[in-house]
């Protein structure tokens, strides 16, 4: 168990990098997209493939930990809206992963991204995802200082059963 727990802080840490990087991605990008004039769109579907592969890695985060720590993955027609729920409550194995608020905030990122994986590119509005690229400077530092807040508590656990 103290492996998994080691290798969960460790993933978390490494795919905290990676969101990262698509997190100033898209802080980068959408001052470019209302200033083009030309392509525009393929600004606006850059920025909304960035915020979906942002939603989409955390949820594999929460995913994660909901299989492999809790061992209970919520199923049915709303089990990404019920996982989202889910990590952001303390279990009898382990605390909330990410605060409540954080989980209302992310609510709207993974409706996005299901606008995204469910409508042609063409149909998307500047105006939505100017809402979600505007939270991203507020939510990514707090969700970040709580995901390291879980992998610490997932080494400080690990630790614990060694001794």
């Known amino acids: 168990m103290k492996q998994l727990y080691r290798e969960l802080a460790h993933r978390i840490r490494g795919e905290l990098t990676d ?12 001052p470019v997209v209302k200033k083009a ?8 579907e850059s920025v909304a493939l960035n915020l979906h592969s942002f939603y989409s890695g955390l949820e594999r985060l929460f ?10 993955l919520p199923s049915g027609e709303t089990w990404h809206r019920d996982l989202l729920a889910f ?7 382990r605390p909330a992963i990410i605060s409540r608020e954080s989980a209302l905030q992310l ?4 409706r996005f991204r299901h606008l995204v ?15 979600l690229v505007a939270t991203l400077p507020n939510l ?4 970040k200082t709580e995901l ?11 630790n614990e059963l060694d001794n």
């Open 19 to 30: 969101l990262e990087r698509i997190t100033q991605r898209i802080i980068y990008l959408w």
């Open 37 to 44: 004039t030309l392509d525009q769109d393929v600004y606006v």
């Open 63 to 72: 995913e994660l930990v909901a299989k492999r720590i809790d061992r209970n």
């Open 87 to 93: 990590i952001s409550q303390p279990t009898e194995a």
């Open 107 to 110: 609510d709207e990122f993974l």
């Open 117 to 131: 994986r469910n409508v042609y590119t063409t149909n998307l509005k500047g105006e939505k995802i100017g809402g």
């Open 140 to 143: 990514w530092p707090h969700l």
């Open 148 to 158: 390291l807040a879980f992998a610490n508590f997932l080494e400080r656990v690990a």
